[in-house]
């Protein structure tokens, strides 16, 4: 059984920074990739930022230059770095793996973490 586990939301003051981190656990063969994705009150899900494992990245445009996504392969781990935080990024953030466990590969969310920028 797989798990993805997220910790680091919180409350911060615009212009603040937080971290955000995504730890996987279970019977993992391999993460081809790993995502960060954000849900905001009567939003949908959108994504923040992706990476696979040669470790390309790609990034939302609201938060290019803000964010930086990293990972960690021998922790099975994936953060993201959030500085310059506004208002806007208020949200739930979800942690995204893709995941083969011996012939099998599928997708894996964590269960959210809430973040919230005050003005």
């Known amino acids: 059984q797989v798990q993805l586990v997220e910790s680091g939301g919180g409350l911060v003051q615009a212009g603040g920074s937080l971290r955000l981190s995504c730890a996987s656990s279970?019977?993992?063969?391999?993460?081809?990739?790993m995502a960060w994705y954000r849900q905001a009150p009567g939003k949908q899900r959108e994504l923040v930022a992706h990476?696979?494992?040669?470790?390309?990245?790609n990034y939302a445009d609201s938060v290019k230059g803000r964010f930086t996504i990293s990972r960690d392969n021998a922790k099975n781990t994936a953060y993201l770095q959030m500085n310059s935080l506004k208002p806007e990024d208020t949200a739930v953030y979800y942690c995204?793996?893709?995941?083969?466990?011996?012939?099998?590969?599928?997708?894996?969310w964590g269960q959210g973490t809430q973040v919230t920028v005050s003005s």
């Open positions: 990476i696979i494992s040669g470790g390309r990245t």
């Open positions: 995204y793996a893709n995941i083969a466990t011996g012939i099998i590969t599928k997708a894996y």
């Open positions: 279970g019977s993992i063969f391999s993460i081809n990739a």
